[in-house]
């Protein structure tokens, strides 16, 4: 009998799911997905794959990915099938070898094949805060008067559960801001500013790409910093995984977090967390849980019910991901981005506060309007954009040097929604003034 913890478990030697198509005793099984191949799908003909609301540029897709259409519908008939089977096939005693656990098998394969990593360093969770919030409240190492550091780019949950360990571990928490603008250069030397001034540190946080302006950071020359100094680093990769082109190894990080409903496009409610193998041991167990074996990636997840057909899903929502291609991926939500912001980048009342730099930017960027000082302000501009043009983005607020109004296009956008907004802007450019 597999319990629902297990389903996150890849040591399960259940049959693949998909061989419910050929369960005859189970007619209603949805058909197995055909394997689109590789590179398979233009970006041009992205907008196709989508079913989106009619008449809104939507330029907020940073909360989390659109299904596409293949996905969606995997989805939608993965959940009929749960639901329709209900414990029948989550204990697994429905003939063929089709059960829970081996659902949750195909999909940490799939997450870990698509940032190439072993499935024994992936596990499954809800989203990219649960991830984050387990590497960082259950780090192991870190002892009372040992400091943490953090930026005010990061993300708030991933902020919180730094702030936790100075309430309830006793370490010193350090704070820095980024700066304005952003260069590489800049940013290492934040980093190793802070490094240098907090000789106690003991836990870094590094967000490749920030939530709140889009800012790339240089990842890897800053774990490797970090590191030099004795320093261990937890990155929050939400915005990086399937949206910029690498393998999750390449940071040289031992502990990462991300959605997997962001720009994977999974279904909502799914994460992923990375811990190198060598490093599993210091991250403690959730909640000293011990239905799993110590040495399972799993058992640092936290127990409870999850959405089975949302994890059985992620294995579709990757082979789309690579029917795209993650270097074409990425230079198409490139060109979005850069087709709004090259047509503004010279009107003085609009700034960016990202640079060009490929290396440091990429899908998301934000603009702050010359007047806009208050989130009040930032508000505004994100309801105005909407009621007079049908422009959909969201204020961010948490930057040091004020809050922000954050674009993302998502896959499907085409570049008459980054048209729309950048006339906007050069219309509304002095509306706070």
């Known amino acids: 009998m597999t319990t629902r913890r297990t389903f996150l478990k890849s040591a399960a030697t259940c049959a693949p799911v998909a061989m419910l198509a050929a369960n005859h005793a189970d007619p209603q099984a949805a058909a197995p ?41 995997v989805f939608a008939e993965q959940t009929a099938y749960v639901n329709r089977n209900n414990s029948i096939w989550a204990r697994n005693v ?17 997450i870990a094949r698509q940032v190439g990593a072993h499935p024994d360093e992936i596990a499954l969770t809800r989203s990219g805060s649960e991830a984050l919030q387990a590497l960082i409240t259950n780090y192991k190492p870190l002892k009372a008067g040992d400091a943490v550091i953090y930026c005010d780019l990061d993300y708030d949950a991933m902020i919180a559960s730094m702030d936790w360990l100075g309430d309830h571990r006793g370490a010193q928490v350090v704070r820095f801001a980024m700066l304005e603008p952003a260069t590489t250069a800049n940013i290492l030397q934040a980093y190793d500013d802070v490094l240098k001034r907090t000789p106690n540190a003991r836990l870094l946080l590094v967000t490749q790409v920030s939530n709140r302006t889009g800012l790339v950071t240089p990842v890897r020359e800053i774990v490797a910093m970090a590191r030099s100094r004795g320093v261990d ?14 393998q999750v190894p390449e940071l040289g990080a031992d502990f990462v977090g991300w959605s997997v409903h962001k720009w994977t496009s999974a279904p909502l409610g799914t994460g992923a967390m990375y811990i190198r193998k060598n490093r599993l041991q210091d991250i403690d167990i959730a909640y000293d849980n011990h239905e799993l074996p110590t040495t399972e990636i799993a058992a640092r997840v936290p127990a409870g019910t999850v959405n089975f057909a949302a994890v059985l899903s992620i294995p579709a929502a990757v082979n789309f991901h690579f029917a795209v291609g993650g270097a074409a991926k990425e230079q198409h939500l490139r060109t979005l981005r850069n087709r709004w912001v090259h047509a503004v980048r010279d009107v003085p009342e609009v700034e960016i506060t990202v640079p060009d730099d490929p290396a440091r930017s990429c899908a998301i960027t934000s603009f702050r309007l010359q007047g806009m000082h208050t989130e009040a302000d930032a508000q505004r501009v994100q309801q105005h954009l909407f009621d007079r043009y049908r422009i959909h983005t969201v204020a961010r607020k948490g930057v040091a040097k004020g809050p922000v109004i954050r674009v993302t296009p998502g896959l499907y956008s085409t570049t008459a929604d980054s048209d729309a907004l950048a006339a906007a802007l050069k219309a509304e450019r002095r509306m706070l003034l």
């Open 33 to 73: 997905v055909a394997r689109l191949a590789p590179n398979s799908i233009a970006v041009a003909d992205l907008p196709k794959h989508y079913d989106v609301e009619p008449g809104i540029h939507n330029l907020e897709n940073g909360y989390w990915g659109v299904m596409p259409r293949s996905v969606a519908q």
């Open 94 to 110: 429905l003939p063929g070898g089709a059960c829970l656990a081996a659902g949750g098998r195909e999909a940490r394969e799939a």
């Open 233 to 246: 680093t937890i990155v929050d990769a939400a915005h990086g995984v399937a949206c910029l082109d690498f």
